[in-house]
């Protein structure tokens, strides 16, 4: 009798559970303007890109769109103008090649094809010390598999720090060249294939010439408040050995930029944001105010940071 009991007892429970769902209520409203891009002392056409983020729910999943016909201008301090056309795909490009020269204060003007207009804040070019040479070596990292740690690449910078004088650094990875083996003598038949896993030299070349951006993609940038006027040995870029890149020659080319405090802030807390792992150490998620303001909405968001820069 004592064990009908129990058994009627938890039938009951299982007859009351249930769950409840939850709506949710999203915006649907046109994504925000995206800008992307900066200007440098080098002399070369400069670039600005413009999208509208593309909107991202439990119902939605876009893409960022480009934005066209838009009127785009980079002005100084002095009254100088260059206009910027639009080359596709969101790029607008210079009309002629110009560079952003020291101690001029530069800002982009948009105005959009429905007469939106937004402007960024004024960047003062800074001179940035030149770096003396470059070392590397490799690096292990223990990982969460413990069959494989992790290998890579680190590059240090080695440079003299002005006295009595604030410096904002930033080393920017861009897309870099290496000589990718392919070892095609190796290559076999794939699982569905009858016979499977059977040599199956392949007829093209062992060696090619490969891009890609390095991972991770981490956010290199520091200010000088704990060591100004020191000679600096700074690890600026971490490349992760997949395997690929290092076979043979690998080339990594990395731009060695002066930027302002407020490009720093934001650089700084975009990367917190990217290095992000969920654990309970990580700094919570915030939004991350750029230099773009809208001049019809003062509280319109726009995604992105333009700035100018010494390279």
């Given at each position: 009798?004592?064990?009908?009991?129990?058994w009627?007892?938890?039938?009951?429970?299982?007859?009351?559970?249930?769950?409840?769902?939850?709506?949710?209520e999203?915006?649907?409203?046109?994504?925000?303007?995206?800008?992307?891009?900066?200007?440098?002392?080098?002399?070369?056409?400069?670039?600005?890109?413009?999208?509208?983020?593309?909107?991202f729910?439990?119902?939605?999943?876009?893409?960022?769109?480009?934005?066209?016909?838009?009127?785009?201008?980079?002005?100084?301090?002095?009254?100088?103008i260059?206009?910027?056309?639009?080359?596709?795909?969101?790029?607008?490009?210079?009309?002629?090649?110009?560079?952003?020269?020291?101690?001029?204060?530069y800002?982009?003007?948009?105005?959009?094809?429905?007469?939106?207009?937004?402007?960024?804040?004024?960047?003062?070019?800074?001179?940035?010390?030149?770096?003396?040479?470059?070392?590397?070596?490799?690096?292990?990292?223990?990982?969460?598999?413990?069959?494989n740690?992790?290998?890579?690449?680190?590059?240090t910078?080695h440079?003299?720090?002005?006295?009595?004088q604030v410096?904002?650094?930033?080393?920017?990875?861009i897309?870099?060249?290496y000589?990718?083996?392919?070892?095609?003598?190796?290559?076999?038949?794939?699982?569905?294939y009858?016979?499977?896993?059977?040599?199956?030299?392949?007829?093209?070349?062992?060696?090619?010439?490969?891009?890609?951006?390095?991972?991770?993609?981490?956010?290199?940038?520091?200010?000088?408040?704990?060591?100004n006027?020191?000679?600096?040995?700074?690890p600026?870029?971490?490349?992760?050995?997949?395997?690929?890149?290092?076979?043979?020659?690998?080339?990594?080319?990395?731009?060695?930029?002066?930027?302002?405090?407020?490009?720093?802030r934001?650089?700084?807390?975009?990367?917190?944001?990217?290095?992000?792992?969920?654990?309970i150490?990580?700094?919570?998620?915030a939004?991350?105010?750029?230099?773009?303001?809208?001049?019809q909405?003062?509280k319109?968001?726009?995604?992105?940071?333009f700035?100018?820069?010494?390279?």
């Amino acid at each position: 009798m004592k064990g009908c009991k129990s058994w009627f007892f938890i039938v009951l429970l299982a007859g009351f559970s249930c769950i409840d769902s939850f709506p949710i209520e999203t915006d649907e409203s046109e994504g925000v303007l995206i800008v992307e891009g900066f200007v440098s002392t080098r002399l070369k056409y400069q670039r600005v890109k413009l999208t509208r983020a593309g909107r991202f729910s439990p119902e939605i999943s876009d893409i960022n769109r480009p934005i066209l016909n838009a009127k785009v201008l980079i002005k100084d301090n002095l009254g100088k103008i260059i206009p910027l056309n639009s080359v596709g795909s969101g790029f607008y490009e210079s009309e002629v090649e110009f560079s952003a020269e020291i101690g001029m204060s530069y800002n982009l003007d948009i105005t959009l094809s429905d007469g939106k207009r937004f402007i960024s804040l004024p960047e003062k070019v800074m001179q940035v010390q030149e770096v003396d040479s470059l070392t590397y070596k490799a690096v292990r990292t223990v990982t969460t598999n413990r069959l494989n740690d992790e290998i890579g690449v680190e590059v240090t910078a080695h440079f003299q720090d002005p006295v009595d004088q604030v410096n904002y650094y930033y080393w920017k990875q861009i897309p870099s060249t290496y000589i990718l083996v392919s070892e095609p003598e190796l290559y076999h038949t794939p699982p569905w294939y009858n016979p499977p896993r059977q040599p199956w030299p392949l007829a093209c070349c062992n060696r090619c010439f490969d891009t890609d951006i390095p991972t991770p993609f981490n956010i290199m940038t520091t200010d000088d408040f704990d060591f100004n006027g020191t000679y600096q040995r700074r690890p600026i870029a971490y490349v992760v050995d997949n395997g690929l890149r290092f076979k043979e020659i690998y080339r990594l080319d990395i731009l060695h930029l002066s930027v302002s405090q407020e490009a720093h802030r934001f650089l700084r807390l975009a990367d917190q944001q990217v290095r992000l792992t969920g654990s309970i150490f990580d700094p919570a998620p915030a939004n991350i105010r750029g230099n773009m303001l809208s001049l019809q909405d003062k509280k319109e968001t726009v995604l992105g940071f333009f700035f100018f820069c010494f390279r």
